[in-house]
């Protein structure tokens, strides 16, 4: 599975940024997604999850409400829309995908993923 990642950039704090995440190589609806974001000097966080079928996602406290995860089969994508961005959602973003997981469940684990797109760079900062 290859994936594309892009959509980052720099905002203010309260603006809202959507990230883009193509997906090639297998089948999309075989794949459970998510996103992921790294901080400097921080480990890699989960931010969000959907599972194979769009109907379940899952959210850290952190980005509840602020963040929104959903995916378009048709288009083998996967969207992170974030708004309220904070300073503290500066961040490497990475969308991530595993061959497993069953339909109606989000993947929550880090090394339940195997694949992983290069990383889209969010800044927020006034």
């Known amino acids: 599975v290859q994936l594309q990642a892009f959509g980052g950039g720099s905002v203010q704090p309260g603006q809202s940024l959507r990230l883009s995440c193509i997906a090639s190589?297998?089948?999309?609806?075989?794949?459970?997604t998510g996103w992921f974001r790294q901080a400097p000097g921080k480990e890699r966080e989960m931010v969000a999850a959907?599972?194979?079928?769009?109907?379940?996602?899952w959210y850290p406290d952190s980005v509840k409400g602020r963040f929104t995860i959903s995916r378009d089969d048709a288009a083998t994508t996967v969207y992170l829309q974030m708004s309220s961005l904070k300073p503290e959602d500066t961040a490497v973003y990475y969308c991530?995908?595993?061959?497993?997981?069953?339909?109606?469940?989000?993947?929550?684990?880090?090394?339940?993923?195997?694949?992983w797109g290069q990383g889209t760079l969010v800044t927020v900062s006034s």
């Open positions: 959907i599972s194979r079928n769009g109907v379940t996602t």
């Open positions: 190589g297998r089948s999309f609806s075989d794949l459970s």
């Open positions: 991530a995908a595993a061959l497993h997981g069953s339909p109606n469940s989000a993947l929550l684990r880090i090394y339940e993923y195997d694949s």
